[in-house]
Structures are given as C-alpha cells and as structure tokens.
C-alpha cells in the first residue's frame, strides 16, 4: 500500500473533487441531452401517430362514404332499367296512339251515318209504338236530330246522347207509371190519367173513373172499357203507380201477340 505525504494528499484531492465535478457535469449535460433528445422523439412520434390516426380516420370516412355512393349507383341503376322499360313501353303504346290516330277520321266517317240511321230507327220506333209520353219522346228525337248538325259538340258526346235515348226507350218496357193527358174519345176531349204498365198495356181513366179504355195495338185506337171489374182494376194499377197502395196482380185485358203468316 502506498501512503502519500499528507501535503500532497492535501494537494490531490480537490483536484480529484474538481475532477469529479467536472465528469458530473458533463454527464449531467450528457443526460439532459438524452432526456431531451427521447422527449423530441416522442413528440415527434405522438405527431406521427396523430397524422396515422387521422389519415385512418379519413380512410375509414371516404370507404363509409365510398359504399354509401355504390349503394346509391346500384339503386340509381335498378331504376333506370325499371325508367327504361316504361319508356320502351311508353313507346310502342305511341306507336299505337299514333295508328289509332290515323284511324279517327276512317271511323269518325263510319260511325256518324251509324248514329244518323239509328235516329232514325228510333224514330220511327216511336211512330210505331203505344201512343205513351208522344210528346216528350219526340221533342227527345227532335233534340238529337238537331245535335247531330252541331260542329261544336264532340261525336262522342252525340253517341252519348243518343245510346241514353235508346236506353230510356228500353226503360220503358220494365217500368209501370201514370201520368195526367189529354185525349180524343168519340170525338171528346177528356183530361184522364194514363196508365201504362211496361209496354204490355195502355190504359186511360178520368179522375172520377166514369170512363176507362186501353189502346188497341190492332186498331190503333183507344177502345173503351165498360166492365166495372176493369175499371176497379185501371184504378188500382193507377194507385200502385202512385205508390199509394203496394204492389199487388192486375187483372186486366191486353193484346195478345200477333203471328206473321206470311
């Protein structure tokens, strides 16, 4: 073992603590130059991670927003081929309307001496039946014939208007009415109520009920009627006419149908 002087040992030593301080501080310096170096590195790295994060967030935002738009394509898609058929099918329905177009006035030309010969059916049909409601059911043949030499009035209004009257006509034939009219009986006018039940049969009454007929399709005259069960009977047909009493079976004469024997 060495001893030194105790003067030098006195020397030595603050230099050995001047050392000791010198390598303290430097390592200090050393440290702090590390903490602040790994500090900077994890700023940096925090940084980046936030950048990665928000760059992940973006990607995940645009594929959310990307599937939305494809979702969106496929829908647009369906309903444009589903458009397109109704636009292909709208078309050939054009064509259609078109040909049907060119048709108009082809029918128009063919349908109008239609109606015109039909008028005049129903006319003469008129003339030809039981002599009920003459005036009205004329006055109604009258008005068509003036409606059809009308230009501001469309052919299917005249057609319209023209099946109504044979449908009124037709009505006739299932219905039963009365109704208050004037006649010519042996030269007299008397003010009576008319009953007419279908087209089967046609018979007149005064109010009082002392005269009672019916119309003879044969003889086309009004023929009267003495029996008093016929006009009990004319009587009460005109009360369930009137709906004053309930419907119930008449007894009355009519016509019998005719043959042609020729």
Known sequence: ?????????????????????????????DLERVVTAETDRLELAQASQQRIDQVVNQTDDLEAEYKQIMKQIDGLTVYNDYIQRQLDSQGGELVRLRESLGQVSVIERQIMPLMIRMLAGLDQFINLDQPFLLEERRER???????????????????????????IENDFGRTIEVYKDAL????????????????VGLYYQTSDASATGRWDTITQQWVPLSDS??????RQGIRIARKQVAPDLLLLEVPAPEVDGS
């Open 141 to 167: 043949v009258d008005g068509l014939r003036a409606l059809m030499e009308r230009a501001d009035v469309t052919l299917a209004e005249k057609f319209r208007r023209l099946t109504e009257a044979f449908q």
């Open 229 to 234: 069960s016929t006009r009990n009977q004319v």
């Open 1 to 29: 073992m060495i001893r030194l002087p105790a003067a030098r040992w006195a020397l030595t030593l603050p230099m050995i603590l001047f050392t000791l301080t010198a390598v303290s501080v430097a390592l200090a310096d």
């Open 184 to 199: 010519l009986i042996d030269s007299a006018n008397l003010e009576v109520n008319v009953l007419r039940l279908g087209r």
